[in-house]
């Protein structure tokens, strides 16, 4: 987590977020049976040494960049090192050999790609499938470091606590939720169906979305992943 970048430092904030999101893994997660590396040591040499295929789960938090018009120059920055210059493209993703069952890319966009019909969304979250992961938690937009960290710190706890993936990834979204003030007293099934817009649509310039719950009906504006209620009423119609 939040890899020293060498000579592109200058173009990418440091993540204070990440470290603090890799100090609550420590904290959550059993130390014998986990490797957390930062700074220089969060290099790109680390993913391809030969015992990478033996982790069932890898998280990265640093930055990422994603391309639509060319999946192949999208990229996730870890420390650069005499071999490797720190940046492993979908291409070198792709021959990791992994066997995770789940790979967390905890940084920007790391969701987005190229649609071609009849294949998806080509980007690094398709990579680390084709490496070999059962699973990828990715996002679509541009997130916030801190946030990131707390919402990382729930989904693990979850997940610690004996939860499924979905399962965590669920009630994490909802725990967040719940503490932002414009959800407030929305009702459950509400939220829930803003969340469906939000994950079944992109929305890269933004766009009005209208829910309707059983005694509440709203109309929500969601810009770059972002969601802000315009108008919210309730009662009967």
Not at 92 to 104: D, K, N, W
Not at 154 to 172: E, Q
Request: charged share 25%.
């Amino acid at each position: 987590g939040d890899p020293a970048l060498g000579a592109d430092a200058e173009r990418w904030s440091r993540l204070a977020g990440a470290r603090r999101e890799l100090a609550d893994l420590e904290r959550t997660l059993s130390p014998r049976a986990s490797a957390f590396f930062r700074g220089g040591q969060a290099s790109e040499d680390r993913i391809h040494a030969h015992d990478v295929a033996d982790y069932r789960a890898l998280h990265f938090a640093t930055h990422a960049f994603a391309s639509t018009a060319d999946p192949s120059a999208s990229g996730l920055l870890l420390a650069p090192s005499a071999e490797h210059a720190g940046c492993p493209t979908p291409f070198e993703i792709q021959g990791l050999g992994l066997r995770a069952e789940i790979v967390t890319l905890s940084a920007c966009e790391t969701g987005r790609g190229r649609l071609v019909v009849g294949e998806g969304i080509l980007g690094l979250s398709r990579a680390f499938f084709h490496g070999g992961s059962l699973s990828v938690l990715a996002s679509l937009w541009e997130v916030d470091d801190q946030q990131t960290a707390r919402f990382m710190h729930r989904f693990y706890r979850h997940l610690a606590a004996g939860a499924s993936k979905g399962a965590a990834l669920n009630r994490t979204k909802r725990e967040a939720l719940a503490a932002v003030p414009m959800f407030r007293g929305l009702e459950a099934d509400v939220i829930e169906r803003v969340l469906e817009q939000c994950i079944e649509r992109t929305y890269p310039r933004g766009a009005t979305v209208f829910v309707e719950g059983e005694a509440t009906r709203g109309l929500f504006v969601v810009w770059k992943g972002r969601v802000k209620v315009f108008k919210v009423a309730t009662g009967g119609r």
